[in-house]
């Protein structure tokens, strides 16, 4: 069994990051291991919240898994929730990475902002882990953010395509983008260094966390599991869908989470047919 180490907060409401990630990559028949960058009382999407920074934890538990000899076939970087952390990530990777796919998603914005609690100079920091990853996932703001491009809703195909060359020349294995507007349609658009490669659904109303981190989770669980990164992320992007969907159409639905667990079997059974 393939094993991935996912390292992002733990927030202990509003679905997202490890409380996301874990259960998706569980149900690609990939086994879950996950290390906390913080441990909040909700996302930060909220109005309040708590937040406990956990830097100083990542190196003994760095140590603890290298006494053991414990390997991985992928690292996962999502949320983090410092500028030191990322240099101690960077060892992680020094230490883990060498026979490991390196995925990093650089979550800190989105719809044109950065997330709160994060500093200005933040993006510039976050640049240097993207550099050595394998493969990176941000979202529209976030590689506006990377890339030091103004934001637009409505950002045209050939600019995201741009965006997507100058990525993929820091990561050099694959790149996509999410949250890509097109017309009535949501979706990403990937590149591998001499394609592009597009999936598009429906865009549905509706304003959910934690979307990116299940759609990341989502692709590496399906790389993971043998697809190539197109097909990956065809099944990343209608499991997220599906999720959305699911999620509007609940009529108690809270504005916190996506309800991705009951399109859970939506995705196991992509997950086989691959
Ligand atoms: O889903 C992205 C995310 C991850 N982690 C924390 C967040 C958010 C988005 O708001 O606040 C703590």
Redesign the pocket.
Known sequence: MKRIVTI??F?CV?K??LTSALPVISAAGVEACGIPT?L?SN???FDT?YSRDLTEELPPIGAGLKRENITFDAIYT??IASIHQMQLISDFIDEFGDDALIFVDP?MG?NGRI?SGLSSDYPEHIRKLCGRADILAPNVTEACLLLNKEYSPDISRGEIEQMLVELFSLCGKYAFITGVREGGNIGAVGYDGSEFHACFMPHEDIVC??T??ILSAAFLGAVMRGADFNKALDIAVSFTYEAVRITENDPERRFYGVQFELALPYYIEKISEI
Do not use: N, W
Request: aromatic content about 14%; charged content about 15%; some cysteine.
């Open positions: 992002q907060d927030s509003g997202c990051s913080a909040l996302h930060t999407g919240f999502g949320y979550v989105d997330y966390a934690g990116g981190d």
